[in-house]
C-alpha cells in the first residue's frame, strides 16, 4: 500500500515541500511543552507502521541521487550494496510475539545498504530466529551491482540468481569450503593478496546449485594479521580491489551502531509488533532525513554531529542554519577509536 494512499496525499510534494521549508528562514524548531510516553505508545499502537515504512522509502528515493557522486575509496562506477543484519534484542515478557531464545525474544532488522553515501535502500525487519538467508529472495537484484555480504548469507542458490541477473557478489568463504582448484593466476604479493585461483565447488549439493567457476582470492591482512579468503563471481576486476571491496561491507557495521546508538532504538514506546516497526522505520526516517538536510543545507558536520546538535537546540526556539552557526560542538574520539574487525 502506498504512502499516498494510506495518508490521502502526494507523498513526495509533501515531503520536498517540508524539507524545503527546512530550510527557510522562517522555520522554527521547538515543543510547547514535553511529550507524554503513553501517547507515543497509544500512537505506534495504533497507527499503521506501513505508512513510516513508506515515507521512509520516499525519502531514500529522494537521497540517494544526492549521494551518488560520493567518493568510496575504490576507482568504480558501478552500485555497491553491503547486506547485514543486525539483532535488537527485546524482552522476552512484553515481546512475547518476538520469542528468539527461551529467555529472551529479538527482532532482525536486514538492511540492504548502498555504499555511496551509506543511504539504506531496502530493510526486512523479522522476528530474532529467521536466518539471514530467509530474506534473501525479497530483494530486487539490479543487473552491474556489486553486493557484499558476510559469511552468514552463503547461499549458492541465490549466488546463482546474482550471476543469472547479471551482478557480482563478494563474500568471505567459509572455513569449510569445498572446492578444488582449476586455475592459479598471477599476483602482486608486496600489495597483500596471496593468491587468486578459479576454482569449482565439489559438494553435490553446492556445485548442483552452483554448477559455475568461482574466483577465489587469497588476502593477508597486516593490521590484524589474518589470512583472508574471497569468493566472487567477479573475473575481471584485480584481486586486491576484491579484497577492498569487501572492506566497504563495514559501512553497513556504522549504519547500524549510528542508529541504535544515537537513535535510541533499543528502547521502544509500545510493546505491540506494529509499535516496534513504527519506531524502526521512524528512526531510519530520520536517519535519512538528516542524511538529506546535510545536502539540501550544505553543512560539513557528519550524520552523527548533525543529530547531536539537534537534538541539544530542539527545544530552542530558533533556525536550522542558526543552530548549526551558534552551537560549539566537540567530537568525542575517545569512542571513535573503538572499532570492530572489519572483516567480521
Given amino acids: 500500500m502506498a504512502f499516498a494512499q494510506l495518508t490521502g496525499r502526494e507523498s513526495l510534494r509533501d515531503i520536498e515541500a517540508s524539507l ?51 567518493p568510496l575509496g575504490v576507482q568504480l562506477d558501478e552500485t555497491i550494496y553491503a547486506l547485514d543484519a543486525t539483532t535488537i534484542d527485546l524482552c ?28 539504506p535502500c531496502e530493510i526486512r525487519v523479522t522476528p530474532g530466529r529467521a536466518h539471514e ?60 593478496v596471496r593468491s587468486d585461483q578459479t576454482v569449482a565447488l565439489n559438494g553435490y549439493y ?21 589470512r583472508l579468503i574471497f569468493l566472487t563471481n ?13 572492506k566497504l561491507r563495514w559501512r553497513v557495521e556504522l549504519f547500524f551502531k549510528w542508529i541504535k546508538q544515537h537513535l535510541r532504538i533499543k528502547s521502544f514506546f509500545g510493546t505491540s509488533n506494529n509499535a516496534v ?22 553543512l560539513p558536520h557528519s550524520l552523527y554531529t548533525i543529530l547531536q546538535i539537534l537534538s541539544v537546540v530542539v527545544f530552542e526556539k530558533m533556525t536550522l542554519l542558526q543552530a548549526f552557526r551558534c552551537i560549539d560542538y566537540k567530537i568525542d574520539k575517545e569512542h571513535d577509536a573503538i572499532q570492530l574487525n572489519l572483516f567480521d
Fill in 20 to 70: 524545503a521549508a527546512a530550510g527557510s528562514k522562517t522555520y522554527r524548531m521547538g515543543f510547547r511543552s514535553a511529550v507524554r510516553r503513553n501517547t507515543l505508545a497509544n500512537a505506534n499502537q495504533k497507527r499503521d507502521c506501513r505508512i513510516f515504512e513508506d515515507f521512509t522509502h520516499a525519502l531514500i528515493r529522494m537521497a540517494r541521487p544526492m549521494y551518488a557522486d560520493e
Fill in 92 to 119: 522476552l515478557s512484553l515481546f512475547p510475539w518476538a520469542e528468539f531464545r527461551s529467555t529472551k525474544s529479538a527482532m532482525k532488522l536486514h538492511t540492504l545498504l548502498d555504499v555511496r553515501g551509506s543511504i
Fill in 133 to 192: 538467508t530467509s530474506v534473501l529472495d525479497s530483494f530486487a537484484l539490479e543487473p552491474g551491482a556489486f553486493y557484499i555480504v558476510d559469511r552468514g548469507y552463503i547461499d549458492y542458490t541465490w549466488f546463482r540468481e546474482v550471476d543469472q541477473t547479471g551482478a557480482w557478489f563478494v563474500t568471505r568463504a567459509k572455513k569449510n569450503l569445498n572446492a578444488r582448484r582449476l586455475y592459479s593466476h598471477h599476483v602482486d604479493k608486496t600489495a597483500g
Fill in 206 to 226: 553446492a556445485s548442483r546449485n552452483y554448477p559455475d567457476h568461482l574466483r577465489r582470492v587469497s588476502y593477508w591482512d597486516k593490521d590484524t594479521d589474518t
Fill in 234 to 246: 567477479n573475473f575481471k576486476l584485480p584481486a586486491l580491489k576484491i579484497a577492498q571491496l569487501y
Fill in 277 to 298: 516497526k513504527t519506531q524502526v522505520w521512524i528512526a531510519i526516517s530520520v536517519y535519512v532525513t538528516v542524511a538529506i538536510m546535510k545536502k539540501r543545507l550544505k
